[in-house]
């Protein structure tokens, strides 16, 4: 028999309370739905118009054209559609591998917590955007390289989140109560701990949206994730690069993935002011 989740209240620190986060949420949600509509409210992002190719802004083209003759405004609605899922599932990712072994490293002990926080130290040791490289080139440039990659460096720091959290909670009175009821320790930990260590991890997971994305793009930008032609502000960024003549081709993609960056941290304030997570 379980006891009731005494941490559910926390999931309630997700709900936005000062303006900043209302702006925050307000940018993140306008991108959501921009980029679920896209289809509808833009053109094909890959029709080609060579006679109209490195157009500047006009009533025809808001973002004007890149060098190929692609409407740019098409192509960054149509590019979070392939952004913003990248961030999703890298922080996904990174805590159904993170959290599992975070707790039954910390309520088991021994020599699997040791093993484990070891690994994670050395995966902290090593600088976090230059492993992702190494992983993504060693697994050949594409978008699930680009998400194992990041995933890989991201997952300890949910694992030692966990961990922390198991260790608080396996003391308290409502986990030794459902111990002296019989259950096994397997139900503990996955009817009782994790329900209450939920909050906590759910609330990190939401603040990592925004570096997640970013480390994503990046590694777009590099090359090692999505690949033309496919739109994707990171990669876009890049392309532009190269005709700086046209500076719409990389200012509209580059503000897009800086305003929903800067929109996740708008959100989270409120929560890096009281330590949450940190």
Known sequence: MTRTVESAPGLRLLRPVSPGQWVGLSIIAVWILLAILAPLVSADPLAQETAERLSAPSLAHPFGTDQLGRDVLSRVLHGGRATLPIGVTIVLLATLVGVPLGALAGFVRGWLDEAVMRLADLLFALPALVLALAIAAALGPSVSSAVIAIAAVMWPRYARLARGQVLTLRQREFVLADRAT?????????????????????????????????????????????????????????????????????????????????????????????????
């Not at 991890?201 to 590694?219: E, K, N, P, R």
């Not at 032609?229 to 509209?252: H, R």
């Open 182 to 278: 019989g259950a096994s320790p397997a139900q503990v930990l996955w009817q009782t701990v994790l329900p209450n260590a939920a909050p906590v991890v759910t609330l990190v997971a939401v603040l990592d949206l925004g570096t997640a994305t970013l480390a994503g793009a990046t590694l777009s930008f590099l090359g090692l994730g999505v690949q033309p032609p496919t739109p994707e502000w990171g990669a876009m960024v890049s392309t532009a690069v190269q005709t700086p003549e046209a500076w719409w081709a990389s200012l509209f993609p580059g503000f897009a993935l800086v305003s929903f960056v800067v929109a996740v941290n708008l959100y989270g304030q409120v929560f890096d002011r009281k330590g949450l997570g940190r």
